[in-house]
């Protein structure tokens, strides 16, 4: 058996490295780029084929305005025949017109062509990263930072938008356009003019590019401080009534505002050295400008130009100045759109924990369907959460077709370590654990985990209403289903009696609900999932007695016919269990009946007598 791969946390990579951050980033554009071209969707590689055809179109007729232009103001200076003067001139400027709408339609054209495929791409990449974060360990999500998570997968999505908005159909057109004026420039001219050009943009390339990178380190700074302020109120926002508990609003601030401030700070030298670098590219650009138009000014006073030449340079000087000036803005936002998405990269890049072996069988369909009862059967099981802290020590059991057996010890002997090995969050190190003989690891994630219904000691509820958390067990329900499961977990009339019934909010992860009512909705979505394999994880501990015991008969009624492993702490819920598993210190030390346990007078009598004082206790205090 293959060890457990250990995912962690995510946390932005060190930025700190140049070279890795270029390849980081060479590796995310290359992967975008093969979203562009899918394999099995002819329709996007027939837009993403129109768009660069009309890209071409647009730019050939963008280079032709100039020279129409120039053309036509030649014909309206030139002395001679005035029919010429004047028809000539109109031939050229309706040419002109032509190439502007040629020039412009191209453009709207491809962005309407292509914003299917930008949009595809948007959203498939999102919902891949999205099914991945479900796809982690259990042990990721234990140690994971929502805020900061869902930021990188909110800031990625916007950069791939950018990027194929920006790069493709604004830097690679520049550059074209780039190319072909200076081409142009020389063949009308001469290598003088086209010297300038050249450098001129060179310059202005290198400085952007050598500018924007030192911007872009700026930029992770300003994102890991955007994703901590994020993080800590989101954490904050969460835990309410623990901040409330402890009046600790001034504490929860003065934390939020530190993160702010740290932002305030990076976001302030960002918007300083943008500026610092549009001044620089205006500088630039302004010396090329002057330069080439001196030049032309003394060859038309020498009588080698004509005024149309010295307006087509301008003109195309004009044409390289407006999309090179909003290159550093264009490249500043690249740079931040790529760093953003290597943080989508990031996450799609965490390997997963638990994966399906590639030969991995289907659980029987009788099982999946809730037809019969299956055996469990956990076999010399080691495991640990980390190497050097193992959890369970050993741990032999079975649990007969249909049978209760409960798992009971105190806190921290590894009772709910069970059930996680079960549903499979985490793979033994050594050992097995098994459901009908199969090995867990032998079957597929999905099948085993529709065969199990699980009833949490902390239920956390969609905050949507109490019709759809009830139907999250079987999703498709109908509204008889899920009110049969309501009256079989004894709820029906609660829900029934408020305003809107089923149709009730139930608050964010449930919070308008009592313990005992959102315990309810956990054992009546679980009764319409119809599981044969049933876990009950600390279901009641929570809970005062009267809710406890209330919950407790619904619960013996979902678990008739099922297979049920119950971890539990309060030993009153489990004396009718068909065994009683007593667990300490990661291992085994008692089995049996209630009866039997108690007649040895070992850990579980012990337990049972000091619970029984706790109860006499709480019931003095009751009455």
């Known amino acids: ?265 990076a976001a302030v030298k960002t918007q300083v050295t943008l500026n610092l670098l549009n001044l620089g590219q205006v500088t630039i650009i302004a010396i090329a400008l002057a330069l080439i138009m001196l030049l032309a000014a003394r060859d038309v006073a020498a009588g080698h130009l004509t005024v149309g030449k010295f307006v087509l340079v301008n003109t195309y000087l004009m044409q390289l100045y407006v999309p090179l000036n909003f290159l550093g803005f264009i490249y500043a936002t690249l740079r931040q759109s790529v760093v953003d998405l290597e943080g989508m990269f990031e996450l799609l890049d965490e390997s997963q924990e638990v994966t399906d072996r590639p030969d991995a069988a289907v659980l029987p369909a009788h099982l999946a369907a809730g037809v019969d009862a299956p055996e469990l059967r956990f076999d010399d099981v080691v495991f640990g959460y980390q190497p050097e802290r193992t959890i369970l020590k050993g741990i032999s059991f079975s649990v007969a077709p249909g049978h209760r057996t409960a798992v009971v010890g105190p806190t921290g002997a590894g009772k709910s370590t069970l059930s996680r090995l079960l549903f499979r969050f985490y793979d033994v190190e050594s050992g097995s654990v098994s459901i009908d003989g199969l090995d867990v690891r032998c079957v597929t994630q999905a099948s085993l985990r529709a065969a199990i219904g699980v009833v949490p000691q902390d239920t956390v509820l969609f905050n949507d209403t109490i019709r759809y958390n009830i139907a999250y067990g079987r999703i498709g329900a109908s509204a008889e289903e899920v009110e049969r499961a309501a009256r079989l977990a004894q709820i029906h009339d609660f829900i029934t009696a408020l305003p809107d019934g089923y149709d009730t909010m139930v608050g964010e992860r449930g919070l308008k609900l009592s313990g005992g009512e959102k315990q309810r909705v956990a054992i009546a979505r679980t009764i319409l999932k119809n599981p044969r394999v049933l876990i009950l994880d600390e279901a009641t501990s929570a809970l005062d007695i009267h809710t406890e015991q209330e919950i407790s008969t619904a619960l013996r009624t979902v678990s008739a016919g099922r297979t049920t492993l119950v971890i539990a702490h309060r030993l009153a819920t489990v004396v009718d269990a068909d065994e009683i598993i007593v667990m300490q210190d990661g291992r085994i030390v008692e089995r049996g009946n209630h009866r039997a346990l108690l007649e040895a007078g070992g850990v579980y009598a012990a337990m049972w007598a000091a619970q029984a004082d706790e109860r006499a206790h709480r019931e003095d205090l009751l009455f």
């Open 1 to 265: 058996m293959s060890s457990p791969r250990r995912d962690t946390a995510y946390t932005p990579r060190n930025p700190g490295d140049p070279a890795r951050a270029r390849r980081e980033a060479r590796r995310a554009l290359l992967s975008l780029l093969g979203y562009l071209w899918p394999r099995d969707d002819v329709g996007t590689r027939l837009r993403v084929v129109a768009a660069i055809v009309l890209l071409l179109v647009d730019k050939v007729a963008t280079i032709w305005v100039p020279l129409v232009f120039a053309e036509a103001v030649d014909a309206l200076t030139r002395h001679g025949d005035p029919l010429k003067v004047l028809t000539v001139p109109t031939g050229l400027i309706l040419g002109y017109g032509v190439l502007r709408i040629v020039s412009g339609g191209a453009g709207e054209l491809r962005d309407a062509v292509f914003a299917r495929v930008k949009q595809r791409v948007v959203r498939v990449v999102s919902m891949q990263t999205f099914a991945h974060m479900h796809a982690l360990s259990l042990r990721f999500h234990l140690d994971r930072q929502t805020g900061g998570l869902q930021r990188a997968i909110n800031r990625g999505a916007v950069a791939i938008e950018a990027i194929l908005r920006l790069g493709i159909f604004n830097i690679i057109p520049t550059l074209l356009q780039t190319v072909m004026v200076t081409a142009v420039i020389w063949h009308v001219f001469d290598w003088r003019y086209a010297a300038i050009t050249l450098v001129a943009v060179t310059l202005y390339a290198t400085f952007t590019i050598a500018f924007a990178s030192w911007r872009s380190r700026i930029r992770r700074a300003m994102n890991d401080s955007d994703s901590e302020a994020s993080t800590k109120a989101i954490d904050s926002l969460l835990n309410y009534e623990t901040v409330k508990y402890f009046s600790n609003e001034a504490h929860e601030m003065r934390r939020y505002d530190a993160a702010q401030a740290r932002y305030e700070a």
